[in-house]
Each structure stands twice: as structure tokens, then as C-alpha cells.
């Protein structure tokens, strides 16, 4: 039973283009989202995060969008770099449990 | 400053033995999290500690495997009688906890286990 669902596992994008990743979940009571960046060999790192009370987080290139009623978020990268290019996990924080629920990932190539 | 630590980078075993994986979290941070990511999948819950509290083990998938959390700081997985199915990458996370909300983790650069 997986609860949080990334169904894209790969994405390439050309550079100063848009990148879209999507991320969707079954449990609402969810309280807070997350996305990491992963890189070969290295542990994943934070990105940018969203409470379940708003509808989007900004934070220079990178904004998340999420839409409660359809249970889904998405990570908008504008412009995207060839730096860019690695593993993006989605998770989704639980403050019952104080559990993360981390998507499989979504591999991202930005093209320069 | 100092990040959370991982040792070994890589371990290859045969089936059947006993493995250790040593987690060194951030000096402070009171939440600990181990991580199981297997070819092509996500990142899978194991355990969690908080602090002095019983840990949450529910994500264990078998009595094979074990973590201690000693002094509130370093943690140790166990992993006795290795399996083929348990190769994998496993990844340790921190937390500050400072809210109820979700805080930051902050990965190691996990232990690749290889079972043979």
C-alpha cells in the first residue's frame, strides 16, 4: 500500500525550460510536504517543504504547489539547470506518527 | 559544521552473516531515522527514535533486523543472517524535532550493503 505515489520515474528537460514533478498521496491527514534532491552516492537533500494549510511554497527557483482536494502536489523548477539533474523524492510528514512517507523518486535530466 | 556520518560507505557479505551499520546523527538532534532504498524503489521507513522513548520499529521488516540508539546519539542497525533480498542502500536520517511540524531531515551518504 503505498501512500505517497510519484508515477514519473524519469523526466528530462531541456535547460531554461520548466520542470514539472508530480507527487500524489492517499492520507489526508498529512500535515506537512516535503521534496529532496538526491545525487548518485550521496544521502538525499532538503529542498523545499509545504504546510497542508497552504497551497504553495516559493523559494527562488523552486516553488511547490499543492491541491488538497485532488491529494496532489507538484515541484515547478523555472529556469531549469543541468545542475538541476538528479533524483527527486516527495514525502509526506505525518505529525501523529512523526513518520515520513517518502514517494519513489523522480529522475530529472535537464538537457543543456 | 559536522553533518550526519555513515560507516562503512560500502559492505559486501555473504549470506548468512551478521552485519553492523553505524549511524553518527548531528550533535542535537534529537530524532533518528533509518532508511532502506532497494533498486529502482523509494525510500522505505525502518525505524525512528525520539529522544529517551521506545522507538517506533514498525517498519522493520523482519525480527532479523534490530537498531539501538545509545546515549540519545549514535545508532547501530543490525542486520543477523543476511539475505540476498536484503541488499540495499541504507540510509540514516536526523532531525531536530524543535516542532510538531516536519522538521528537516538530514541524510548520511547511507551504507551500501551488498549480500552475496
Known amino acids: 500500500d503505498q501512500q505517497v505515489k510519484q508515477n514519473s520515474p524519469s523526466l528530462s528537460v531541456q535547460e531554461g525550460r520548466i520542470s514539472i514533478l508530480n507527487c500524489d498521496y492517499t492520507?489526508?491527514?498529512?500535515?506537512?510536504f516535503l521534496w529532496y534532491k538526491k545525487y548518485p552516492a550521496e544521502g538525499p537533500t532538503f529542498l523545499i517543504s509545504?504546510?497542508?494549510?497552504?497551497d504553495k511554497n516559493e523559494d527562488g527557483r523552486f516553488t511547490v504547489f499543492l491541491n488538497k482536494s485532488a491529494k496532489h502536489l507538484s515541484l515547478h523548477i523555472v529556469p531549469s539547470q543541468p545542475g538541476d539533474s538528479a533524483v527527486y523524492f516527495c514525502?509526506?510528514?505525518?505529525?501523529?506518527?512523526?513518520?515520513?512517507?517518502f514517494g519513489t523518486g523522480t529522475r530529472l535530466k535537464v538537457l543543456a | 559544521g559536522a553533518g550526519v556520518s555513515q560507516s562503512p560507505s560500502n559492505k559486501v557479505t555473504e549470506k548468512g552473516k551478521d552485519v553492523e551499520l553505524r549511524c553518527d546523527p548531528i550533535?542535537?538532534?534529537?530524532?533518528l531515522y533509518w532508511y532502506r532504498q532497494s533498486l529502482g524503489q523509494g525510500l522505505e521507513f525502518l525505524i525512528y527514535?525520539?529522544?529517551?522513548?521506545?522507538?517506533?520499529k514498525s517498519g522493520l521488516p523482519s525480527d532479523r533486523f534490530s537498531a539501538e540508539r545509545t546515549g540519545g546519539s549514535v545508532s547501530t542497525l543490525t542486520i543477523q543472517r543476511t539475505q540476498q533480498e536484503d541488499s540495499a542502500v541504507y540510509l540514516c536520517?536526523?532531525?531536530?524535532?524543535?516542532?510538531?511540524?516536519?522538521?528537516?531531515?538530514?541524510f548520511g551518504p547511507g551504507t551500501r550493503l551488498t549480500v552475496l
Open positions: 527514535f525520539q529522544g529517551n522513548s521506545a522507538p517506533d
Open positions: 550533535s542535537g538532534h534529537t530524532a
Open positions: 514525502a509526506a510528514f505525518h505529525s501523529g506518527t512523526y513518520k515520513y512517507i
Open positions: 509545504i504546510s497542508s494549510i497552504k
Open positions: 492520507n489526508s491527514m498529512f500535515d506537512y
Open positions: 536520517a536526523s532531525s531536530p524535532r524543535t516542532s510538531g511540524r516536519g522538521d528537516t531531515q538530514y
